[in-house]
Antibody
Framework: EVQLVESGGGLVQPGGSLRVSCAASGFTFSNYEMNWVRQVPGKRLEWIAFISKSGDINYYADSVKGRFTISRDNAKNSLYLQMNSLRADDAGVYYC?????????????WGQGVLVAVSS | EIVMTQSPATLSVSPGERATLSCRAS??????LAWYQQKPGQAPRLLMY???TRATGIPARFSGSGSGTEFTLTISSLQSEDFAVYYC?????????FGQGTKVEIK
């Protein structure tokens, strides 16, 4: 089955760190650019990070630049998001999303999401 | 940065009726627009891209149109499984940006 499964969410204190992961299966992971998109409760979906197929090119939303790092391990079919200096407004559901091939920045496959809570 | 605005926020429709959802962009662009459906507790699901191309497995009752700044998603005859929140997303200009969503609820 073609799917993405996130893990690693949880409760973290403001200023803390957390790494979330996304395991891909059912397709050739290394052939796809990948992204993280988050959804803060009551707000719109927000794209936050992109990584190229080989992992050598990354882009970030201004809201997370300098604090979050996207990475991937193609041998393990896995995508990661390292989140540092977390703030209350980073709380939400984080989705990994597969990008449609052809350099089109929309997403044809999403994981079920992982919840990140930031609170003291 | 392009801002996407969807209307209405909530649309109350009876099963079998037609639903028309709107999405407006703050800057004009071509047709690099996608639509997603999200049900409670689930991930978004791609419905449409290129403004009017249905994604794999999407029923023909879903159609999309528009270009420039005005886009429309139409569901010709609402089925029970179509009650959900719908988001538009532009991918013409970096960064990709989503609308705030339209909730389609049962009337």
């Amino acid at each position: 089955e073609v799917q993405l499964v996130e893990s690693g969410g949880g409760l973290v204190q403001p200023g803390g760190s957390l790494r979330v992961s996304c395991a891909a299966s059912g397709f050739t992971f290394s052939n796809y650019e990948m992204n993280w998109v988050r959804q803060v409760p009551g707000k719109r979906l927000e794209w936050i990070a992109f990584i190229s197929k080989s992992g050598d090119i990354n882009y970030y939303a201004d809201s997370v630049k300098g604090r979050f790092t996207i990475s991937r391990d193609n041998a393990k079919n896995s995508l990661y998001l390292q989140m540092n200096s977390l703030r209350a407004d980073d709380a939400g559901v984080y989705y990994c999303a597969r990008q449609m091939p052809g350099s089109y920045d929309f997403y044809d496959l999403w994981g079920q999401g992982v919840l990140v809570a930031v609170s003291s | 940065e392009i801002v996407m605005t969807q209307s209405p926020a909530t649309l109350s429709v009876s099963p079998g009726e037609r639903a028309t959802l709107s999405c407006r962009a703050s800057q004009t662009f071509g047709s690099n627009l996608a639509w997603y459906q999200q049900k409670p507790g689930q991930a978004p699901r791609l419905l449409m891209y290129g403004a009017s191309t249905r994604a794999t497995g999407i029923p023909a009752r879903f159609s999309g149109s528009g270009s420039g700044t005005e886009f429309t998603l139409t569901i010709s005859s609402l089925q029970s499984e179509d009650f959900a929140v719908y988001y538009c997303q532009q991918y013409n200009k970096w960064p990709p940006a989503f609308g705030q969503g339209t909730k389609v609820e049962i009337k």
